[in-house]
Nanobody, 123 residues
Framework: QVQLMESGGGSVQAGGSLRLSCAASGDTTYSVNSMGWFRQAPGPKREGVATIYTGDGTTYYGDSVKGRFTISLSDAKNTMYLQMNSLKPEDSAMYYC???????????????WGKGTLVNISS
């Protein structure tokens, strides 16, 4: 099965930048056409941040991060990145890597999850 591993989280001041990475392993040929990032602050709601279609590179962004964050894939499509610029305190959350089929920005249809990497932005 597909396994996902995030890295790159940490603590930075508002206005700074972070680059998150997600390494994928296993056979994704028939089980994955989308990869993305979700985040969850304390509470039950997991918010869609950004998603990319692995086939053609089409991207989707949540309204709160559009213009500040950029999602991308390595040439081999085995590593996904999230470049986060102009960070705000409200970006603080556990960030999760996700993979599956046509899930867009909805966590309800994600098939595979990483364990998360913590991002804390101080004011």
């Amino acid at each position: 099965q597909v396994q996902l591993m995030e890295s790159g989280g940490g603590s930075v001041q508002a206005g700074g930048s972070l680059r998150l990475s997600c390494a994928a392993s296993g056979d994704t040929t028939y089980s994955v056409n989308s990869m993305g990032w979700f985040r969850q602050a304390p509470g039950p709601k997991r918010e869609g941040v950004a998603t990319i279609y692995t086939g053609d590179g089409t991207t989707y962004y949540g309204d709160s991060v559009k213009g500040r964050f950029t999602i991308s894939l390595s040439d081999a499509k085995n590593t996904m990145y999230l470049q986060m610029n102009s960070l705000k305190p409200e970006d603080s959350a556990m960030y999760y890597c996700a993979a599956g089929v046509n899930f867009g920005l909805s966590p309800d249809f994600v098939d595979y999850w990483g364990k998360g990497t913590l991002v804390n932005i101080s004011s």
